[in-house]
């Protein structure tokens, strides 16, 4: 018995697929593109991956998002959403591929100022990536229909205007590299999503702006801020 009703289990639809995916823990990989690595003022290197985590609550399928309160620099992070049907620890690059269930398209939604200012701080991130519906996401295709994606177009426009482009095959660390890192790190497993990183071409968002998230397998994904 629970002292109140728990809340539901983030999930994502599945396209063609009546079920959905449950949302356990959501990796988000940092500057796996070596083209927005240098627009933050870095150089990117081969080193191990570095990552954060959002709430599952964040994942959001809604058309419509409140813009986020509290920042004067919201951007955008168009990213390849991986989605785990299996897991374990220190996983190999064969096992890391065959737990990959599927692929989506999703938005690193990103408070910049408060993430920087935290980060020079030497202060923890959350504040600038964890907020109500930070990760908007499209719905889950399943492997069996994408096969393994390495390559192909990611963009984002914005009211029509592209302002993100790259390809998948930029990526520093590709989805089965991404998965064996982490399982070296901490148990994976079912449900786990996996945002990828983002290429080039961040930039602010405004009340009102439409943004839609293109993907190579995947298809797109569109969400309006509200203001
Ligand atoms: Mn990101």
Request: overall charge negative.
């Amino acid at each position: 018995m629970y002292l109140f009703e728990p809340s539901a289990r983030p999930a994502l639809t599945i396209a063609g697929d009546e079920r959905m995916f449950p949302i356990r823990q959501v990796y988000c990989i940092g500057r796996n593109y070596a083209d927005h690595a240098a627009e933050m003022g870095f150089e990117a290197t081969p080193e191990s991956p570095f990552y954060f985590l959002k709430p599952a609550e964040c994942v959001t399928q809604k058309a419509v998002v409140p813009f986020a309160v509290g920042t004067q620099k919201l951007q955008h992070e168009v990213e390849l959403v991986v989605a785990l049907k299996s897991g374990g620890r220190g996983l190999t690059p064969e096992q890391a591929q065959a737990a990959i269930a599927g692929y989506a398209v999703g938005l690193d939604l990103t408070r910049r100022d408060l993430q920087i200012k935290n980060r020079d701080q030497g202060r923890p991130w959350e504040i600038g990536k964890v907020f109500d519906d930070a990760a908007p996401c499209s719905a889950l295709h399943l492997v069996e229909d994408t096969g393994y994606l390495t390559e192909g177009s990611i963009e984002l426009l914005i009211n029509g205007e592209t302002r993100q482009q790259g390809d998948l095959n930029q990526m520093i660390h590709d989805p089965a590299a991404l998965i064996c890192y982490l399982s070296t790190l901490q148990t994976l497993h079912a449900g786990d999503l996996i945002f990828t990183g983002t290429p080039a071409g961040v930039s602010d968002l405004q009340p009102g702006d439409r943004l839609t998230a293109k993907c190579a397998g995947v298809g797109e994904m569109s969400v309006t801020l509200s203001d």
